[in-house]
């Protein structure tokens, strides 16, 4: 079985956060999750992540602390999925490598179909 190391973006504006749904065709297509993506060999965590948002969205952010670490096995794979409290720092959000985006409000992101391993990130931002 494959071992990913992901970060995730949890980026806050206006007292809401951003989602993304993946691609139909990637693993977990059409689910919802925090932006980012698998890092490097050798790559920092946070250089890793601001680089997958501008990949993604087409926006600069600023990576702020760890907001919860969550080991995940799926069936053909172990993903250790860093989530990071962010901020948008500049650019349009544009859909370059995601299905969609949404802002979405803390008390409905558990009504999305979230990957699996993305919800006890969601109760941890949901209990602060
Ligand atoms: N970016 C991101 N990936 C997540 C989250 N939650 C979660 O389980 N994942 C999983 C889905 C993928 O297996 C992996 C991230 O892979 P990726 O987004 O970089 O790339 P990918 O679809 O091309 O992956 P692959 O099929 O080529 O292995 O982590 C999340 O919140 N954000």
């Given at each position: 079985?494959?071992?990913?190391v992901?970060?995730?973006?949890?980026?806050?504006?206006?007292g809401?956060?951003?989602?993304?749904?993946?691609?139909p065709e990637?693993?977990m297509?059409?689910?919802w999750?925090?932006p980012?993506?698998?890092?490097?060999?050798?790559?920092?965590?946070r250089a890793?992540?601001?680089r997958?948002i501008?990949?993604?969205?087409g926006i600069e952010?600023?990576?702020?602390d760890?907001?919860?670490?969550v080991?995940?096995?799926?069936?053909?794979?172990?993903v250790?999925?860093?989530g990071?409290?962010?901020?948008?720092?500049?650019g349009?959000?544009?859909?370059?490598?995601?299905?969609?985006?949404?802002w979405?409000q803390p008390?409905e992101l558990l009504?999305?179909?979230l990957a699996?391993?993305?919800?006890?990130?969601?109760?941890k931002?949901?209990?602060?």
């Amino acid at each position: 079985m494959k071992q990913l190391v992901v970060t995730a973006a949890v980026i806050e504006r206006d007292g809401r956060i951003l989602l993304a749904q993946r691609k139909p065709e990637t693993h977990m297509g059409l689910k919802w999750e925090f932006p980012g993506g698998k890092l490097e060999w050798g790559e920092d965590p946070r250089a890793g992540l601001a680089r997958e948002i501008r990949e993604e969205l087409g926006i600069e952010i600023e990576v702020g602390d760890v907001l919860e670490v969550v080991s995940h096995t799926y069936e053909d794979r172990h993903v250790v999925l860093m989530g990071y409290s962010c901020r948008c720092r500049s650019g349009e959000l544009q859909k370059l490598d995601v299905q969609d985006v949404r802002w979405v409000q803390p008390d409905e992101l558990l009504s999305y179909d979230l990957a699996p391993a993305d919800v006890p990130i969601v109760e941890k931002l949901l209990r602060l």
